[in-house]
Protein backbone atom coordinates (compact mmCIF):
# COMPACT_ATOMS: atom_id res chain seq x y z
CA UNK A 1 0.00 0.00 0.00
CA UNK A 2 0.97 3.69 -0.57
CA UNK A 3 -0.19 6.94 0.30
CA UNK A 4 -0.41 9.69 -2.50
CA UNK A 5 -1.95 13.13 -1.32
CA UNK A 6 -3.07 11.69 1.16
CA UNK A 7 -4.77 9.05 -0.46
CA UNK A 8 -3.93 5.08 0.71
CA UNK A 9 -3.67 3.70 -2.48
CA UNK A 10 -3.47 -0.45 -2.84
CA UNK A 11 -3.18 -2.45 -6.04
CA UNK A 12 -5.66 -5.11 -6.18
CA UNK A 13 -5.62 -7.65 -8.88
CA UNK A 14 -4.75 -5.10 -11.66
CA UNK A 15 -6.27 -2.33 -9.98
CA UNK A 16 -5.21 0.63 -8.21
CA UNK A 17 -7.71 0.80 -5.89
CA UNK A 18 -8.19 3.54 -2.87
CA UNK A 19 -8.59 1.99 0.59
CA UNK A 20 -9.61 5.22 2.12
CA UNK A 21 -13.12 5.68 0.47
CA UNK A 22 -16.09 3.62 1.07
CA UNK A 23 -17.72 1.48 -1.74
CA UNK A 24 -21.21 0.62 -2.42
CA UNK A 25 -21.40 -2.62 -3.45
CA UNK A 26 -25.21 -2.46 -5.22
CA UNK A 27 -23.52 -0.33 -8.16
CA UNK A 28 -20.11 -0.49 -8.34
CA UNK A 29 -19.77 2.90 -6.49
CA UNK A 30 -17.02 4.64 -4.35
CA UNK A 31 -17.81 7.31 -1.52
CA UNK A 32 -15.54 9.62 -0.40
CA UNK A 33 -17.08 11.52 3.03
CA UNK A 34 -16.48 15.06 3.16
CA UNK A 35 -17.04 17.63 5.94
CA UNK A 36 -20.28 19.22 6.94
CA UNK A 37 -22.75 16.43 6.68
CA UNK A 38 -21.61 15.49 2.67
CA UNK A 39 -20.21 13.14 0.58
CA UNK A 40 -19.07 12.81 -2.72
CA UNK A 41 -19.75 9.93 -5.27
CA UNK A 42 -18.17 8.29 -8.41
CA UNK A 43 -17.86 5.28 -10.40
CA UNK A 44 -15.90 3.08 -8.62
CA UNK A 45 -12.27 1.23 -11.42
CA UNK A 46 -14.34 -2.12 -11.85
CA UNK A 47 -17.31 0.07 -12.35
CA UNK A 48 -15.82 2.04 -14.51
CA UNK A 49 -14.41 -0.98 -16.59
CA UNK A 50 -17.68 -2.36 -16.85
CA UNK A 51 -19.45 0.21 -18.40
CA UNK A 52 -17.19 1.01 -21.21
CA UNK A 53 -16.30 3.92 -22.75
CA UNK A 54 -19.36 6.31 -21.95
CA UNK A 55 -20.74 8.73 -24.50
CA UNK A 56 -23.45 10.45 -22.27
CA UNK A 57 -23.89 10.73 -18.28
CA UNK A 58 -26.86 12.86 -17.49
CA UNK A 59 -27.10 13.55 -13.46
CA UNK A 60 -30.06 14.78 -11.88
CA UNK A 61 -30.42 18.78 -11.05
CA UNK A 62 -28.53 20.36 -7.80
CA UNK A 63 -31.16 20.33 -5.28
CA UNK A 64 -32.94 17.15 -6.05
CA UNK A 65 -33.66 15.28 -3.27
CA UNK A 66 -32.91 11.44 -3.63
CA UNK A 67 -32.97 8.39 -1.81
CA UNK A 68 -30.52 5.26 -1.49
CA UNK A 69 -31.24 3.03 -4.39
CA UNK A 70 -33.03 5.31 -6.58
CA UNK A 71 -32.27 6.80 -9.81
CA UNK A 72 -29.09 9.68 -9.52
CA UNK A 73 -29.15 9.82 -13.23
CA UNK A 74 -28.40 7.80 -16.33
CA UNK A 75 -25.26 7.08 -18.36
CA UNK A 76 -24.51 5.60 -22.13
CA UNK A 77 -21.53 3.56 -23.52
CA UNK A 78 -22.57 1.88 -27.04
CA UNK A 79 -25.76 2.54 -27.30
CA UNK A 80 -26.67 1.31 -23.55
CA UNK A 81 -28.57 3.16 -21.41
CA UNK A 82 -28.62 2.45 -18.00
CA UNK A 83 -29.96 3.99 -14.36
CA UNK A 84 -27.30 5.18 -11.96
CA UNK A 85 -28.54 4.91 -8.70
CA UNK A 86 -27.45 6.79 -5.52
CA UNK A 87 -25.99 4.62 -2.63
CA UNK A 88 -27.13 7.30 -0.17
CA UNK A 89 -30.23 9.54 0.64
CA UNK A 90 -29.98 13.21 0.79
CA UNK A 91 -29.92 16.04 -0.96
CA UNK A 92 -27.51 17.24 -4.70
CA UNK A 93 -25.80 20.04 -3.90
CA UNK A 94 -23.17 19.80 -6.34
CA UNK A 95 -22.42 17.76 -9.94
CA UNK A 96 -19.42 17.55 -11.72
CA UNK A 97 -19.71 19.83 -15.06
CA UNK A 98 -16.90 18.56 -16.64
CA UNK A 99 -17.39 15.04 -16.35
CA UNK A 100 -21.10 15.58 -17.56
CA UNK A 101 -19.27 17.50 -20.90
CA UNK A 102 -16.70 14.90 -21.10
CA UNK A 103 -18.16 11.52 -19.48
CA UNK A 104 -15.04 9.20 -21.11
CA UNK A 105 -13.15 10.97 -18.41
CA UNK A 106 -14.56 8.63 -15.69
CA UNK A 107 -12.61 5.64 -17.38
CA UNK A 108 -9.76 7.65 -17.38
CA UNK A 109 -9.37 8.42 -13.99
CA UNK A 110 -12.51 7.15 -12.57
CA UNK A 111 -11.42 8.35 -8.50
CA UNK A 112 -10.84 12.00 -10.51
CA UNK A 113 -13.85 11.67 -11.56
CA UNK A 114 -16.20 12.33 -8.79
CA UNK A 115 -20.17 12.98 -10.29
CA UNK A 116 -22.38 14.59 -7.80
CA UNK A 117 -21.75 15.61 -3.89
CA UNK A 118 -24.88 14.62 -1.90
CA UNK A 119 -25.75 16.38 1.65
CA UNK A 120 -26.80 13.52 3.47
CA UNK A 121 -30.19 12.89 5.06
CA UNK A 122 -29.22 9.61 6.95
CA UNK A 123 -25.56 9.51 7.75
CA UNK A 124 -26.27 6.19 9.57
CA UNK A 125 -26.29 5.21 5.97
CA UNK A 126 -22.76 5.38 5.86
CA UNK A 127 -22.11 2.23 7.85
CA UNK A 128 -24.12 0.07 5.55
CA UNK A 129 -20.98 0.72 2.49
CA UNK A 130 -18.00 -1.14 2.81
CA UNK A 131 -15.05 0.62 4.16
CA UNK A 132 -11.86 0.55 6.31
CA UNK A 133 -9.96 -2.92 6.40
CA UNK A 134 -12.71 -4.77 4.25
CA UNK A 135 -11.97 -2.74 1.13
CA UNK A 136 -9.07 -4.85 -0.31
CA UNK A 137 -10.78 -7.76 0.53
CA UNK A 138 -13.92 -6.77 -0.82
CA UNK A 139 -12.46 -5.38 -4.26
CA UNK A 140 -10.45 -8.65 -4.76
CA UNK A 141 -13.32 -10.85 -4.34
CA UNK A 142 -15.36 -8.99 -6.75
CA UNK A 143 -12.17 -8.76 -9.42
CA UNK A 144 -12.03 -12.77 -9.24
CA UNK A 145 -15.63 -13.41 -9.63
CA UNK A 146 -16.07 -11.13 -12.39
CA UNK A 147 -12.54 -12.92 -13.95
CA UNK A 148 -14.39 -16.23 -13.24
CA UNK A 149 -17.92 -15.22 -14.74
CA UNK A 150 -15.58 -14.16 -18.07
CA UNK A 151 -16.50 -10.08 -17.57
CA UNK A 152 -13.08 -9.40 -17.05
CA UNK A 153 -9.63 -10.63 -19.19
CA UNK A 154 -7.34 -12.56 -16.94
CA UNK B 1 -44.86 -24.23 -12.58
CA UNK B 2 -42.88 -20.90 -12.29
CA UNK B 3 -39.68 -22.46 -13.10
CA UNK B 4 -40.93 -23.98 -16.05
CA UNK B 5 -42.63 -20.34 -17.35
CA UNK B 6 -38.97 -18.89 -16.45
CA UNK B 7 -37.26 -21.42 -19.30
CA UNK B 8 -39.55 -20.03 -22.08
CA UNK B 9 -38.39 -17.98 -24.43
CA UNK B 10 -41.99 -15.76 -24.82
CA UNK B 11 -42.69 -14.75 -28.48
CA UNK B 12 -44.66 -11.95 -29.16
CA UNK B 13 -45.86 -10.95 -32.28
CA UNK B 14 -47.62 -7.55 -33.02
CA UNK B 15 -47.72 -6.97 -36.83
CA UNK B 16 -48.52 -3.49 -37.98
CA UNK B 17 -49.27 -0.85 -34.86
CA UNK B 18 -49.00 2.51 -34.44
CA UNK B 19 -45.62 4.51 -34.30
CA UNK B 20 -46.13 5.10 -30.67
CA UNK B 21 -46.93 1.58 -29.71
CA UNK B 22 -43.77 0.71 -31.75
CA UNK B 23 -41.64 2.18 -29.09
CA UNK B 24 -44.25 1.41 -26.06
CA UNK B 25 -44.72 -1.73 -26.36
CA UNK B 26 -41.56 -2.94 -25.59
CA UNK B 27 -40.80 -0.71 -22.92
CA UNK B 28 -44.15 -2.16 -21.37
CA UNK B 29 -42.43 -5.98 -21.80
CA UNK B 30 -39.37 -4.68 -19.98
CA UNK B 31 -41.08 -3.59 -17.17
CA UNK B 32 -43.22 -7.07 -17.24
CA UNK B 33 -40.11 -9.25 -17.39
CA UNK B 34 -38.17 -6.69 -14.94
CA UNK B 35 -41.27 -8.36 -12.92
CA UNK B 36 -40.84 -11.67 -13.24
CA UNK B 37 -42.31 -12.31 -16.55
CA UNK B 38 -39.85 -14.79 -18.61
CA UNK B 39 -37.39 -13.66 -21.39
CA UNK B 40 -39.44 -12.43 -24.37
CA UNK B 41 -39.03 -11.95 -28.42
CA UNK B 42 -40.73 -9.49 -29.90
CA UNK B 43 -41.89 -8.30 -33.17
CA UNK B 44 -43.79 -5.50 -34.75
CA UNK B 45 -43.55 -2.96 -37.39
CA UNK B 46 -44.59 0.35 -37.58
CA UNK B 47 -47.73 1.19 -39.50
CA UNK B 48 -46.51 4.82 -40.66
CA UNK B 49 -43.28 6.59 -40.71
CA UNK B 50 -42.03 8.54 -37.52
CA UNK B 51 -38.33 9.72 -36.39
CA UNK B 52 -36.77 8.51 -32.75
CA UNK B 53 -34.47 9.40 -30.60
CA UNK B 54 -32.26 7.75 -27.67
CA UNK B 55 -32.81 8.54 -24.44
CA UNK B 56 -29.57 11.20 -24.07
CA UNK B 57 -30.29 12.51 -28.00
CA UNK B 58 -30.21 16.21 -28.44
CA UNK B 59 -33.49 16.62 -29.54
CA UNK B 60 -32.07 19.87 -31.24
CA UNK B 61 -30.66 17.43 -34.22
CA UNK B 62 -33.79 16.42 -34.97
CA UNK B 63 -35.62 19.53 -37.70
CA UNK B 64 -38.65 19.34 -35.61
CA UNK B 65 -40.56 22.04 -38.54
CA UNK B 66 -40.02 19.09 -41.06
CA UNK B 67 -40.94 16.50 -38.81
CA UNK B 68 -44.46 18.55 -38.27
CA UNK B 69 -44.75 19.66 -41.86
CA UNK B 70 -44.80 15.90 -43.27
CA UNK B 71 -47.47 14.87 -40.21
CA UNK B 72 -44.05 12.78 -38.63
CA UNK B 73 -44.55 12.35 -34.66
CA UNK B 74 -40.61 12.23 -32.89
CA UNK B 75 -40.97 9.69 -29.82
CA UNK B 76 -37.92 9.90 -27.39
CA UNK B 77 -36.97 6.00 -26.33
CA UNK B 78 -35.38 4.47 -23.57
CA UNK B 79 -32.21 3.32 -25.31
CA UNK B 80 -29.30 4.85 -26.28
CA UNK B 81 -28.19 6.10 -29.77
CA UNK B 82 -28.79 8.91 -32.11
CA UNK B 83 -31.87 10.49 -33.83
CA UNK B 84 -33.42 7.65 -36.37
CA UNK B 85 -35.96 7.70 -39.53
CA UNK B 86 -38.67 4.87 -39.21
CA UNK B 87 -40.73 3.61 -41.41
CA UNK B 88 -43.28 0.14 -42.58
CA UNK B 89 -40.16 -0.78 -44.69
CA UNK B 90 -38.48 -2.09 -41.07
CA UNK B 91 -39.70 -4.91 -39.14
CA UNK B 92 -38.42 -4.00 -35.58
CA UNK B 93 -37.59 -6.66 -32.73
CA UNK B 94 -36.48 -6.49 -29.28
CA UNK B 95 -35.01 -9.32 -26.61
CA UNK B 96 -35.70 -8.51 -23.07
CA UNK B 97 -33.87 -10.53 -20.61
CA UNK B 98 -33.58 -9.97 -16.83
CA UNK B 99 -30.29 -8.08 -16.14
CA UNK B 100 -29.13 -10.94 -13.88
CA UNK B 101 -29.02 -13.58 -16.83
CA UNK B 102 -26.21 -10.88 -18.30
CA UNK B 103 -22.67 -10.18 -17.57
CA UNK B 104 -22.06 -6.99 -15.83
CA UNK B 105 -20.03 -5.38 -18.80
CA UNK B 106 -22.53 -3.80 -21.09
CA UNK B 107 -20.32 -4.58 -24.12
CA UNK B 108 -20.31 -8.29 -23.20
CA UNK B 109 -24.48 -8.25 -22.60
CA UNK B 110 -24.58 -6.52 -25.55
CA UNK B 111 -22.79 -9.07 -28.15
CA UNK B 112 -24.57 -12.05 -26.00
CA UNK B 113 -28.16 -10.61 -26.91
CA UNK B 114 -26.92 -9.20 -30.43
CA UNK B 115 -25.08 -12.40 -31.95
CA UNK B 116 -28.12 -14.35 -32.20
CA UNK B 117 -29.63 -12.08 -34.65
CA UNK B 118 -27.04 -12.15 -37.26
CA UNK B 119 -28.69 -15.92 -38.20
CA UNK B 120 -31.73 -14.06 -38.41
CA UNK B 121 -30.43 -11.83 -41.10
CA UNK B 122 -28.43 -13.97 -42.66
CA UNK B 123 -32.04 -16.12 -43.16
CA UNK B 124 -33.47 -13.05 -44.64
CA UNK B 125 -31.07 -12.80 -47.26
CA UNK B 126 -28.52 -10.74 -45.73
CA UNK B 127 -25.31 -12.15 -44.39
CA UNK B 128 -24.99 -9.83 -41.85
CA UNK B 129 -22.24 -9.34 -39.63
CA UNK B 130 -20.74 -7.84 -35.89
CA UNK B 131 -18.36 -5.44 -35.72
CA UNK B 132 -16.57 -4.72 -32.67
CA UNK B 133 -18.82 -1.54 -32.06
CA UNK B 134 -21.75 -3.38 -32.30
CA UNK B 135 -23.01 -2.57 -35.62
CA UNK B 136 -24.50 -5.23 -37.49
CA UNK B 137 -23.25 -4.92 -41.34
CA UNK B 138 -23.47 -6.17 -44.22
CA UNK B 139 -20.04 -5.45 -45.79
CA UNK B 140 -19.40 -1.71 -44.56
CA UNK B 141 -23.54 -1.26 -45.02
CA UNK B 142 -25.42 -0.94 -41.78
CA UNK B 143 -28.34 -2.96 -42.17
CA UNK B 144 -29.84 -2.78 -38.50
CA UNK B 145 -30.07 -0.10 -36.27
CA UNK B 146 -30.00 -1.14 -32.45
CA UNK B 147 -29.84 0.50 -28.87
CA UNK B 148 -30.05 -0.82 -25.44
CA UNK B 149 -31.23 -0.24 -22.56
CA UNK B 150 -31.93 -1.29 -18.73
CA UNK B 151 -35.83 -0.64 -17.40
CA UNK B 152 -36.49 -1.86 -14.31
CA UNK B 153 -34.65 -4.62 -13.77
CA UNK B 154 -34.78 -5.71 -17.58
CA UNK B 155 -32.48 -5.44 -20.09
CA UNK B 156 -33.57 -4.70 -24.01
CA UNK B 157 -32.20 -4.92 -26.86
CA UNK B 158 -33.40 -3.51 -29.84
CA UNK B 159 -33.24 -3.68 -33.12
CA UNK B 160 -34.93 -3.54 -36.69
CA UNK B 161 -34.19 -5.23 -39.96
CA UNK B 162 -34.00 -2.54 -42.28
CA UNK B 163 -35.61 -4.15 -45.53
CA UNK B 164 -35.23 -0.89 -47.67
CA UNK B 165 -34.44 2.66 -46.52
CA UNK B 166 -35.44 5.59 -47.38
CA UNK B 167 -32.48 8.37 -47.82
CA UNK B 168 -33.94 11.44 -48.93
CA UNK B 169 -36.78 11.08 -46.30
CA UNK B 170 -34.15 10.61 -43.53
CA UNK B 171 -31.95 13.03 -44.32
CA UNK B 172 -34.75 15.78 -44.38
CA UNK B 173 -35.56 15.21 -41.33
CA UNK B 174 -32.01 15.91 -39.99
CA UNK B 175 -31.12 19.62 -39.01
CA UNK B 176 -28.02 20.27 -40.83
CA UNK B 177 -25.71 23.82 -40.57
CA UNK B 178 -26.57 24.39 -44.36
CA UNK B 179 -26.96 22.33 -47.82
CA UNK B 180 -23.37 21.33 -48.39
CA UNK B 181 -23.42 19.29 -44.88
CA UNK B 182 -27.10 17.84 -45.60
CA UNK B 183 -25.75 16.67 -49.14
CA UNK B 184 -22.51 15.55 -47.41
CA UNK B 185 -25.09 13.47 -44.74
CA UNK B 186 -27.44 12.13 -47.83
CA UNK B 187 -24.43 11.01 -49.35
CA UNK B 188 -22.96 8.80 -46.74
CA UNK B 189 -26.65 7.48 -46.12
CA UNK B 190 -26.83 5.96 -49.26
CA UNK B 191 -23.28 5.08 -49.16
CA UNK B 192 -23.76 3.25 -45.44
CA UNK B 193 -27.45 2.26 -44.54
CA UNK B 194 -29.29 -0.03 -45.73
CA UNK B 195 -29.02 -2.96 -48.24
CA UNK B 196 -27.54 -2.69 -51.46
CA UNK B 197 -30.35 -1.96 -53.92
CA UNK B 198 -32.03 -4.36 -55.27
CA UNK B 199 -31.04 -7.17 -52.48
CA UNK B 200 -34.16 -8.82 -52.07
CA UNK B 201 -34.60 -9.31 -47.97
CA UNK B 202 -37.21 -11.86 -46.17
CA UNK B 203 -39.14 -10.78 -43.16
CA UNK B 204 -41.12 -13.78 -42.67
CA UNK B 205 -37.59 -15.86 -43.09
CA UNK B 206 -36.14 -13.26 -40.37
CA UNK B 207 -38.80 -13.71 -37.77
CA UNK B 208 -38.37 -17.74 -38.43
CA UNK B 209 -34.66 -17.25 -37.70
CA UNK B 210 -34.90 -15.40 -34.79
CA UNK B 211 -37.19 -16.96 -32.41
CA UNK B 212 -34.89 -20.45 -33.43
CA UNK B 213 -31.64 -18.41 -33.05
CA UNK B 214 -32.01 -16.63 -29.56
CA UNK B 215 -34.32 -19.55 -27.98
CA UNK B 216 -31.21 -21.92 -28.90
CA UNK B 217 -28.65 -18.92 -27.43
CA UNK B 218 -30.28 -18.52 -23.95
CA UNK B 219 -31.26 -21.78 -23.92
CA UNK B 220 -34.92 -21.69 -23.47
CA UNK B 221 -38.30 -23.28 -25.09
CA UNK B 222 -39.75 -20.90 -27.48
CA UNK B 223 -43.52 -20.41 -27.09
CA UNK B 224 -45.98 -17.86 -28.51
CA UNK B 225 -47.17 -15.71 -25.80
CA UNK B 226 -49.24 -12.50 -24.81
CA UNK B 227 -48.66 -9.55 -22.65
CA UNK B 228 -49.49 -10.12 -18.93
CA UNK B 229 -51.83 -7.67 -16.96
CA UNK B 230 -48.72 -5.86 -15.25
CA UNK B 231 -47.66 -5.09 -19.16
CA UNK B 232 -51.11 -4.10 -20.48
CA UNK B 233 -51.29 -1.30 -17.58
CA UNK B 234 -47.44 -0.53 -18.12
CA UNK B 235 -48.27 0.34 -21.79
CA UNK B 236 -51.16 3.06 -21.06
CA UNK B 237 -48.46 4.58 -18.61
CA UNK B 238 -46.03 4.40 -21.07
CA UNK B 239 -48.19 6.01 -23.79
CA UNK B 240 -48.67 8.70 -21.91
CA UNK B 241 -45.19 9.24 -21.27
CA UNK B 242 -43.55 8.74 -24.51
CA UNK B 243 -46.57 11.15 -25.82
CA UNK B 244 -45.94 14.05 -23.14
CA UNK B 245 -43.81 17.12 -23.93
CA UNK B 246 -41.93 17.18 -21.37
CA UNK B 247 -40.51 13.58 -21.77
CA UNK B 248 -39.81 14.18 -24.99
CA UNK B 249 -37.76 17.19 -24.07
CA UNK B 250 -35.11 13.97 -22.32
CA UNK B 251 -32.66 14.65 -19.55
CA UNK B 252 -31.21 18.04 -19.47
CA UNK B 253 -27.63 17.63 -21.20
CA UNK B 254 -25.58 20.69 -22.01
CA UNK B 255 -26.03 22.11 -25.45
CA UNK B 256 -22.39 21.58 -27.72
CA UNK B 257 -21.49 24.45 -30.09
CA UNK B 258 -20.90 21.69 -32.72
CA UNK B 259 -22.82 19.57 -35.19
CA UNK B 260 -21.97 15.93 -35.46
CA UNK B 261 -24.19 13.35 -37.55
CA UNK B 262 -23.95 9.91 -37.16
CA UNK B 263 -24.51 8.06 -40.21
CA UNK B 264 -23.71 4.67 -38.65
CA UNK B 265 -20.88 3.43 -36.23
CA UNK B 266 -17.74 4.94 -37.71
CA UNK B 267 -19.06 7.44 -40.17
CA UNK B 268 -19.87 11.21 -39.48
CA UNK B 269 -20.50 14.32 -40.70
CA UNK B 270 -19.08 16.67 -38.71
CA UNK B 271 -19.29 20.67 -38.24
CA UNK B 272 -17.97 23.68 -36.29
CA UNK B 273 -16.84 27.12 -36.01
CA UNK B 274 -14.27 28.53 -33.72
CA UNK B 275 -13.14 32.21 -33.75
CA UNK B 276 -14.01 33.21 -37.38
CA UNK B 277 -12.68 29.52 -38.39
CA UNK B 278 -14.98 26.95 -39.84
CA UNK B 279 -14.85 23.26 -40.47
CA UNK B 280 -17.27 21.28 -42.03
CA UNK B 281 -16.06 17.35 -42.63
CA UNK B 282 -17.16 13.88 -43.20
CA UNK B 283 -15.18 11.03 -41.15
CA UNK B 284 -15.39 7.85 -42.45
CA UNK B 285 -13.47 5.12 -39.63
CA UNK B 286 -11.41 8.34 -38.42
CA UNK B 287 -10.30 9.65 -41.94
CA UNK B 288 -11.27 12.33 -43.15
CA UNK B 289 -13.45 11.63 -46.38
CA UNK B 290 -14.65 14.87 -47.24
CA UNK B 291 -14.01 18.40 -45.86
CA UNK B 292 -14.63 22.33 -46.40
CA UNK B 293 -12.14 24.63 -44.39
CA UNK B 294 -12.79 28.87 -43.97
CA UNK B 295 -10.75 31.26 -42.53
CA UNK B 296 -9.97 34.73 -43.08
CA UNK B 297 -6.94 34.34 -43.43
CA UNK B 298 -6.38 31.11 -45.41
CA UNK B 299 -7.77 31.62 -48.75
CA UNK B 300 -5.11 29.93 -50.67
CA UNK B 301 -3.93 27.64 -48.28
CA UNK B 302 -6.88 26.11 -47.15
CA UNK B 303 -7.97 24.67 -50.39
CA UNK B 304 -4.17 23.05 -50.12
CA UNK B 305 -4.58 21.93 -46.68
CA UNK B 306 -8.27 20.19 -47.74
CA UNK B 307 -6.16 17.78 -50.88
CA UNK B 308 -3.51 17.58 -47.78
CA UNK B 309 -6.17 16.13 -45.39
CA UNK B 310 -8.53 14.38 -47.37
CA UNK B 311 -7.70 10.56 -46.46
CA UNK B 312 -5.94 11.43 -43.27
CA UNK B 313 -6.66 9.91 -40.14
CA UNK B 314 -8.05 13.05 -37.59
CA UNK B 315 -4.95 12.33 -35.34
CA UNK B 316 -2.97 14.06 -38.03
CA UNK B 317 -5.10 17.15 -38.41
CA UNK B 318 -2.55 19.33 -36.00
CA UNK B 319 0.60 18.53 -38.31
CA UNK B 320 -1.04 19.35 -41.38
CA UNK B 321 -2.86 22.64 -40.28
CA UNK B 322 0.46 24.19 -38.84
CA UNK B 323 1.97 25.42 -42.04
CA UNK B 324 -1.28 27.83 -42.01
CA UNK B 325 0.05 29.38 -38.71
CA UNK B 326 -2.99 31.61 -36.79
CA UNK B 327 -5.03 30.23 -39.27
CA UNK B 328 -4.10 26.93 -38.49
CA UNK B 329 -4.63 27.28 -35.04
CA UNK B 330 -8.21 28.36 -34.90
CA UNK B 331 -8.74 25.44 -37.89
CA UNK B 332 -7.33 23.03 -35.27
CA UNK B 333 -9.82 24.52 -32.70
CA UNK B 334 -12.71 24.23 -34.89
CA UNK B 335 -11.45 20.55 -35.99
CA UNK B 336 -11.33 20.03 -31.75
CA UNK B 337 -14.83 21.22 -31.33
CA UNK B 338 -16.41 19.53 -34.27
CA UNK B 339 -14.80 15.93 -32.71
CA UNK B 340 -16.03 14.71 -29.37
CA UNK B 341 -18.07 11.55 -28.35
CA UNK B 342 -16.86 8.74 -30.80
CA UNK B 343 -15.26 10.74 -33.05
CA UNK B 344 -11.62 10.88 -31.56
CA UNK B 345 -10.10 14.17 -30.53
CA UNK B 346 -6.03 14.29 -30.06
CA UNK B 347 -4.70 15.90 -27.24
CA UNK B 348 -2.95 18.68 -29.67
CA UNK B 349 -5.98 19.71 -30.77
CA UNK B 350 -7.19 20.08 -27.47
CA UNK B 351 -4.02 21.98 -26.48
CA UNK B 352 -4.28 24.12 -30.12
CA UNK B 353 -7.98 25.12 -28.12
CA UNK B 354 -6.93 26.21 -24.85
CA UNK B 355 -4.21 28.14 -26.79
CA UNK B 356 -6.70 29.57 -28.89
CA UNK B 357 -9.20 30.33 -25.88
CA UNK B 358 -6.04 31.84 -24.46
Same mark, same amino acid.
Given at each position: ?73 ? %? ?28 ? %? ?19 ? %??? %? ?25 | ?257 AWQ ?7 Y?VAAEH????VEA?V ?50 AFAAASG??V ?15
Amino acid at each position: MSTEHGQQLADISGYRVRLDLAYFREADLWVETLAGGRARVGLDPLGAETSGTLAQLALVAVGTAVTRGQPLGS %LEAEKFVGPLVTPLSGSVVATNEAVVARPS %LVEQDPYGSWLVEIELARVEE %LDE %LVSGETVAGYFADRVERYRREGVLAE | MKAEQDARLRVLRFGRVSPLRSQTLWHAIAEGVSNGAPATLSFMRPDSPYVSVGYHHDLGQVDLDACERAGLPVYRRMVGGGAVYLDEGQLFFQITVAATDLPPARHDALSRLLTPALAAFDAAGLPAHLDRSGEILVGDRKVCGHGAGQIGNAVVVVGNLIECFHHETAAGLMRTPGRATAAEALRLMRRYVGPEEGSSVDPVAFEHAAVRSYAEALGREPSEGRLTGVEREALARWDRRLASPEWQAGPARRRSSAWQLKVRSGVYVVAAEHAGARVEASVVDGRLDALRLEDPEASGGASAAVQALRGRPLAEVPAVLADLGAAGRRLTAAFAAASGGEVAVTSRARAATSQEAR
